[in-house]
């Protein structure tokens, strides 16, 4: 991959501004743009202030505009173009998925809950409480029920 400069970035920038369509970029562009973020901030001069700044702007504005891109591809229902840069793809996949009604709705479980608790951390791992007695909550995660159910804590209604 081709260093990354603010000029680099600037004409990637004016591509993108000049069609309509998503430009093809490397699957880990964003995280090498990040890596050389980082390395201009370790090596940060007063002279290498204003670089850096013009890095970011530019790594912004472009990022912004390709953003916008995938949204209108999605709106389109058109696919990607391949190389794309992860987290792009990432963004168009997870809308797409909302959009299209997708996402796994877990069914819920009510539960009165027949003592006052904290938070507790399950064996799992994941918090639950603060609950109070008489409480009604709604839980997703199965393994949560039941410990809840387990321990006494809580009756399904």
């Not at 920038?13 to 699957?27: N, V």
């Not at 990040?34 to 901030?41: I, V």
């Not at 793809?89 to 006052?116: F, R």
């Not at 951390?121 to 009604?136: L, W």
Request: aromatic content about 8%; cysteine-free.
């Amino acid at each position: 991959m081709e260093e990354l400069t603010p000029e680099v970035l600037f004409e990637k920038l004016q591509a993108e501004k000049k069609t309509g369509e998503l430009l093809t970029l490397p699957i880990d562009f964003y995280q090498a743009a990040e890596k050389e973020e980082k390395r201009l901030e370790l090596n940060s001069t007063f002279e290498n202030k204003h670089y850096l700044e013009n890095f970011k702007k530019l790594l912004n504005q472009l990022k912004e505009r390709r953003i916008q891109k995938v949204l209108i591809y999605l709106a389109y229902n058109k696919q990607l173009p391949q190389p794309i840069p992860k987290e792009e793809e990432d963004i168009y996949n997870k809308v797409k998925e909302l959009i299209s009604g997708e996402s796994k709705v877990k069914p819920s479980t009510k539960i009165k809950i027949n003592i006052d608790i904290p938070e507790i951390i399950t064996p799992k791992g994941s918090k639950i409480g603060p609950f109070s007695k008489g409480q009604i909550v709604e839980m997703e995660d199965n393994s949560e029920v039941e410990f809840i159910l387990q321990n006494k804590i809580g009756e399904i209604i």
